[in-house]
């Protein structure tokens, strides 16, 4: 399995961004499509979004479209989601996560074969 650490979590106001880092441990990185989890409090993990292994393809969860842009970085073994215009309600924590298979895209935890450890955001003034 792909190690993946995540970082750039923390307490932001209400409005403000953030931006997510992804970091893998494998240059077989490159072949996976990535994708970005949360789980709030008392709540089921969802999707967020995905980018496939050559940033050809980007998948969003409708309610997020417009406010978070995932992006990598192959080079650096890095993905990235950039998080603007936060609301309380984005409060959660966010996991990194690789396919399960080389190429294939997903946006179902299923499609996915690695974990970060997940990383807090809160959003609160």
């Known amino acids: 399995q792909v190690q993946l650490v995540e970082s750039g979590g923390g307490l932001v106001q209400p409005g403000g961004s953030l931006r997510l880092s992804c970091a893998a441990s494998e240059r077989t990185f490159t072949y996976y499509t990535m994708g970005w989890f949360r789980q709030a409090p008392g709540k089921e993990r969802e999707f967020v979004a995905s980018?496939?292994?050559?940033?050809?393809?980007?998948d969003y969860v409708d309610s997020l479209k417009g406010r978070f842009t995932i992006s990598r970085d192959n080079a650096k073994n890095t993905v990235y989601l950039q998080m603007n215009s936060l609301k309380p309600e984005d409060t959660a924590v966010y996991y990194c996560?690789?396919?399960?298979?080389?190429?294939?895209?997903?946006?179902?935890?299923?499609?996915?074969?690695?974990w970060g450890q997940g990383t807090q955001v809160t959003v609160s003034s």
């Open positions: 980018i496939s292994w050559n940033s050809g393809i980007t």
């Open positions: 996560a690789a396919g399960a298979r080389p190429y294939r895209r997903g946006t179902l935890s299923s499609d996915f074969g690695s």
